[in-house]
């Protein structure tokens, strides 16, 4: 299995410029989630999704739209990129909705909007 | 939703036991107490989690008050490589993915 993974891994975009963040894990995990890391600070939940087809918003879903479409993907769409938006992304997935799940980590895309 | 507090950095020496500390007295009955940790540069990291009872495995031992508003995380034999920021956090048993991270311990480990 290879896990959560990220693409792109590094990225730098200009004020105003939309992109898109990929994640995808080979578990069949039911949930996945989109969290954000600021320097020195824990992370922050920004979208989530029980499934395919549900989402919904998380602590800071401002400036961010997410879909799923399938188990497998849960892609984050930046609308318009702000430099505040400058920060590290990290896809989470976990198999069930009890907290007695093991949540896994992509390791992050790392975004600057200048 | 409960909260958790944790030091902001604790040190060890390599080979020696550490024990990480978290309160979290608003914690509710269906919380469950999950540690994760972040190496530099890494997304985070499961370590453990447990309900009421402590519980073991091959990376650290969780151990839970028995008024549940404190536990420990312990590394029997610390290494360079369990430098970290370790988090410890509330899941509660019905959310959904909804993990709440604090800003967590870092972890300095002495050779």
């Known amino acids: 299995n290879a896990g959560v993974t990220q693409t792109p891994k590094f990225q730098v975009l200009k004020t105003g410029q939309s992109m898109t963040l990929q994640c995808a894990q080979d578990m069949n995990h039911e949930y996945m989630s989109w969290y954000r890391q600021d320097p020195g600070m824990g992370l922050r939940l920004i979208h989530y999704?029980?499934?395919?087809?549900?989402?919904d918003q998380g602590e800071v879903p401002n400036g961010y739209n997410v879909s799923r479409s399938t188990t497998e993907d849960f892609p984050l769409r930046l609308l318009s990129a702000a430099p505040s938006q400058t920060s590290v992304y990290f896809c989470?997935?976990?198999?069930?909705?009890?907290?007695?799940?093991?949540?896994?980590f992509g390791p992050g895309t790392r975004l600057t909007v200048l | 939703d409960a909260k958790t507090t944790q030091p902001n950095s604790m040190e060890s020496n390599e080979e020696e036991p550490v024990h990480l500390p978290c309160n979290h007295s608003t914690i509710s009955g269906t919380d469950y107490i999950h540690w994760y940790r972040q190496l530099p540069s890494q997304g985070p990291e499961y370590v453990i989690h447990g309900l009421t009872s402590n519980v073991n495995n091959r990376m650290a031992s969780l151990a839970i008050a028995e008024d549940r508003k404190s536990s420990t995380l312990i590394l029997h034999r610390a290494t360079l490589r369990d430098a970290a920021v370790y988090y410890c956090?509330?899941?509660?048993?019905?959310?959904?993915?909804?993990?709440?991270f604090g800003e967590g311990t870092q972890l300095t480990v002495n050779p």
């Open positions: 999704s029980v499934g395919a087809g549900i989402t």
């Open positions: 956090i509330l899941s509660l048993e019905t959310s959904g993915s909804r993990l709440t």
């Open positions: 989470a997935s976990r198999t069930g909705l009890a907290g007695n799940n093991e949540q896994f």
